[in-house]
Every structure is written in structure tokens, then in C-alpha cells.
């Protein structure tokens, strides 16, 4: 199993919105701080953006693409100096998914979907991603995504049976050709889980640990699926991983007991047994190691249908971390 396809589909996107600003100079829209991801394409025009996320100003263009993860503010303008509204002001009372912003003066077209979605279930992804991710206007994955905004809103202006339902899948597919335009580029050059799962001689063997991972592996039995020595197998994925097979195993366990303590009723020995524990005391303990708490209190501690973007990681380690 690919563990992308594994996450996307835990993921689970609740909520995704898409909209459409005609922007006539001059004219600037504030983009607050809030706990969705949004991404953003130039489909027409020029802009110049702002954040804390960046050092400093960057000129966009058309077809320039960018992710922004939870919790990061930012903000486009035709020009340095030109009054500046806040986006739910642009977006009330605007007709259907288009919004009208600025003077009368030369346009520029921005196109935006927005998504909510489990915190819990999307760290490991988003721990790898800068707070805003700048795709490149040249990429493939970036013309793919300019195609099905089209589509987006295409349906949005047809109008017909069951357009809300389209849209939805199309959004959905929309962020997801997203998270994989994000995953090739950190994937080629960050330390990580991505960067592992790039490397070929890596990858099978962290698809047969992602498929099974109540199996109890041994780094031997890693490295004989991957082709390799014992040692050299272990260098590697330290030098890729950033973590030791074993270490990194433990990781993502850990990552799939708060997905199941906080999507299903299982007991804790329910779930050890999933993921690779003899005893619900085993994995307890295990837990409470990694997150500072026992894996019934953290399950206590969940808001009730809470569903976020916000990813709160420590920096030092991957998917166990909260």
C-alpha cells in the first residue's frame, strides 16, 4: 500500500469551497489566519503577495499556484499601497461562487478552493510542507490543476442537477492533484517519510511496512524486502528517514492509534492488536511514552466532531508527535 493513498484517504475532507474573484485595480483582499488550507491559482493577471510565511513580497503571475497551510495569513494587492478588504467582505453577498473586488482597472482573475479536514489524520502530510508552498507554473501537476478549476467552474456556472455533488468530487480531486504536486517536490530533496518513499531502493519496503503494520518487522526483514544488506539498509533509510526503520515503524503506529481512537469505538486492545501490540497494557504504555498521555484520555480529550486543518507537530520526530 502506498502510504499517500493511505493517508489521503484518512484525511477525509469535510468541508471544501470553491470561489472565484474578478479583482480590478486597484484593489487588494486580506486572507486571515484560519484553521483550512486553501489553494490559490492566478488564472488571469498579476498580483503581488504578503505573508510572515515569506521573507518577502513575491510578484505572482498567471498560472502561479500556491498552497497555504492552516493557520497562516497572507495577502494579495495589484500593487503595493492599494487599499486593502478583508476576503469574507469581498465574498458576502456574492453571487453564487464569483465575487467582484477593487476599481475599474486592469483584471486579474483568482480562483481559490478551500478545505477542512481532520487535523489528526493529516499531520504526517503537512509536518513536511512550509506554512505556503509556491508550485511551479511550469509543472505538469499545475496544469492539472488549472484544468479541473476549470471544470470547478464550469459546473458553477451550468448550474444542472446534481452540480453541488460535482463539485464536491471535483474539489476533492482538486486537493488531492495538490498534495501530490506538494509531495514530488518536498519529496526530492527534504529528510522525511516522502523523501524514503522516493528513494527505490526505500520504497518497497516502506509499502510492505505501511501495508501491514501489525506485522512485526525486523530491520533484516526490511532489508531482504528491499534488496539489501542489514547495514546498509539501516544507513539509508536513517539518511533518507531521518529516523531508524524500527523508530520510524513505531511513528506511524502511533499515528494510526489516534485515527482509530478518535474514528472508531475499538477498545485499546482492539486497536493493539491492529497495529502490532500483544496487549492493550503494551501499547498503553507505548503511547504514553510518545504523547505524554494515555491513549483513554487522549480519546477524551478529542472535541466531538471536530474536523481542522491545524497541525501542531514537534519538530524533532513525525507522525506520533501531537
Same mark, same amino acid.
Request: proline letters at 6%; aromatic letters at 8%.
Given at each position: ?20 474573484? !474578478? ?13 483550512? &488550507? ?5 488564472? !488571469? ?10 521573507? =518577502? ?11 497555504? %497551510? ?18 469574507? +467582505? ?11 473586488? +477593487? ?15 481532520? &487535523? ?22 499545475? %496544469? @492539472? @490543476? ?9 459546473? #458553477? ?30 519529496? +526530492? ?8 518513499? =522516493? ?11 505501511? &501495508? ?23 544507513? @539509508?533509510?536513517?539518511?533518507?528517514? +531521518? ?9 506511524? %503506529? ?33 503511547? @504514553?511514552?510518545?504523547?505524554?498521555? &494515555? ?5 477524551? #480529550? ?11 507537530? =514537534? ?8
Amino acid at each position: 500500500m502506498d502510504p499517500i493513498d493511505d493517508l489521503l484517504t484518512t484525511m477525509k475532507i469535510e468541508d471544501a469551497r470553491y470561489v472565484r474573484v !474578478d479583482a480590478y485595480a486597484p484593489w487588494g483582499i486580506s486572507f486571515p489566519a484560519r484553521h483550512l &488550507a486553501r489553494l490559490v491559482l492566478i488564472a !488571469d493577471g498579476s498580483c503581488r503577495l504578503t505573508t510572515d510565511a515569506l521573507e =518577502r513580497p513575491q510578484q505572482l503571475r498567471a498560472n502561479d499556484c500556491f498552497l497555504v %497551510r492552516a493557520g497562516v495569513a497572507f495577502t494579495l494587492q495589484d500593487e503595493p499601497g492599494s487599499e486593502v478588504v478583508d476576503c469574507d +467582505g469581498v465574498f458576502a453577498g456574492a453571487p453564487g461562487n464569483a465575487a467582484r473586488a +477593487g476599481g475599474d482597472g486592469e483584471l486579474t482573475r483568482i480562483v481559490s478552493s478551500r478545505f477542512t479536514f481532520d &487535523a489528526v489524520a493529516g499531520e504526517p502530510l503537512f509536518a513536511l510542507l512550509p506554512p505556503l508552498f509556491r508550485l511551479r507554473p511550469d509543472d505538469a501537476s499545475v %496544469r @492539472l @490543476l488549472r484544468a479541473t478549476f476549470d471544470l470547478i467552474e464550469q459546473e #458553477s456556472a451550468a448550474g444542472g442537477i446534481g452540480s453541488g455533488f460535482v463539485m464536491s468530487r471535483l474539489s476533492d480531486a482538486l486537493f488531492v492533484q495538490a498534495m501530490r504536486a506538494c509531495c514530488t517536490s518536498v519529496g +526530492g530533496g527534504a529528510v522525511g517519510w516522502l523523501a524514503a518513499l =522516493r528513494d527505490p531502493r526505500l520504497a518497497p519496503a516502506l509499502r510492505e511496512m505501511h &501495508a501491514d503494520l501489525a506485522h512485526p518487522w525486523t530491520v533484516g526483514e526490511l532489508a531482504r524486502t528491499a534488496g539489501m544488506s542489514r547495514s546498509a539498509f539501516a544507513v @539509508l533509510f536513517k539518511e533518507k528517514a +531521518g529516523d531508524t526503520p524500527l523508530s520510524y515503524l513505531t511513528a506511524w %503506529r502511533m499515528y494510526r492509534v489516534k485515527t482509530l481512537l478518535q474514528e472508531t469505538p475499538l477498545s485499546v486492545q482492539e486497536i493493539a492488536v491492529r497495529v502490532g501490540y500483544d496487549t492493550g497494557s503494551a501499547l498503553s504504555r507505548a503511547f @504514553l511514552r510518545r504523547e505524554g498521555i &494515555a491513549p483513554g484520555a487522549w480519546r477524551q #480529550s478529542r472535541p466531538a466532531g471536530r474536523r481542522v486543518a491545524a497541525v501542531a507537530w =514537534r519538530e524533532d520526530h513525525g507522525p506520533s508527535r501531537a
